[in-house]
């Protein structure tokens, strides 16, 4: 479900084919950044309870590949460039495990990361209700509410197993003044306008800033760089 009126992700006027030829990069590719231009880079987290598809999504997203067997538990980093609105970016996505509790690491990545995906599934309550946790660790740690993220309720395809209406996500969704989708890693359903929304609204906090006169925030590479190396990194050569 697009609360936004869903638009192309990868350039305006182009529709998704949903094959899995696309301009997709993983961490150490191969590909030249040439051919999209110089482009900022975009420091995103996916949050979610264990199971309910945060990886699936970000490898749809990034591979249009939905993987059949993936443990849940382990962490991983993702790294490719698209087009957004024409604008090329580069996005650092950390998926990461689950369970909203409060971590020395956790710590690190959410002050280091610009937005965040909040995700549950459709098909477990107990998820849904966990996604107020993790809002709640964003702005415990970040402490302002204006933070970029996009709520996510995962597996729309199942919904004869659905424990979560569709009216609950968009009240929580309310709650947090943010954007919501509900998507299907499976069949990649709204996956491309969720990471579309968050770098808008990252765009559209820069652009607020510096209209208003105000120092644009800088994170230092480096740090999200030794941030990640904990991380497993997805390699994939260009086709």
Same mark, same amino acid.
């Given at each position: 479900? /697009?609360?936004?009126? @869903?638009?192309?992700? %990868? ?13 997709? &990069? %993983? ?12 482009? #900022?880079?975009? =420091?995103?987290?996916?949050? @979610?309870? @264990?199971? &309910?598809?945060?990886? !699936?999504? $970000? ?7 939905? *993987?059949?067997?993936?443990? *849940? ?10 087009? $957004?609105?024409?604008?090329? !970016? /580069? ?9 909203? +509790? ?8 959410? #002050?280091?990361?610009? @937005?965040? $995906? $909040? ?6 309550? #107990? ?16 402490r302002t509410v204006d933070t970029p993220v996009v709520l996510v309720g995962n597996k729309s395809d199942l919904a004869h197993l659905r424990q979560v209406s569709v009216e609950e996500g968009r009240s929580l969704a309310r709650e947090f003044q943010c954007p ?30 510096? =209209?208003?006169? +105000? ?8 740090? %999200? ?15």
């Open positions: 479900m /697009n609360d936004l009126g @869903g638009s192309a992700l %990868w350039d305006i006027g182009e529709e998704d084919d949903k094959d899995d030829t696309g301009p997709f &990069v %993983w961490m150490e590719s191969t590909r030249s950044a040439a051919a999209l231009g110089p482009s #900022r880079e975009y =420091k995103l987290v996916m949050l @979610g309870e @264990g199971g &309910v598809g945060k990886s !699936a999504i $970000i490898m749809q997203f990034i591979s249009h590949m939905f *993987p059949e067997d993936h443990d *849940p538990t382990i962490e991983d980093a993702y790294k490719t460039q698209i087009r $957004i609105d024409d604008e090329p !970016a /580069n996005l650092d996505i950390l998926d990461t495990a689950g369970q909203a +509790e409060f971590t020395a690491m956790r710590d690190q990545y959410m #002050r280091a990361g610009e @937005g965040f $995906i $909040i995700s549950y599934s459709i098909t477990d309550r #107990r998820s849904f209700q966990e996604a107020r946790q993790f809002k709640q660790l964003i702005h415990r740690v970040r919501f989708f509900e998507t299907s890693a499976a069949f990649r359903y709204y996956i491309d306008d969720v990471f579309a929304a968050l770098v808008r609204q990252i765009r559209q906090r820069e652009a607020e800033a510096a =209209k208003g006169g +105000e120092k644009k925030s800088r994170r230092h590479h480096s740090f %999200w760089t030794r941030l990640k190396s904990p991380f497993r990194r997805k390699q994939r050569s260009e086709h």
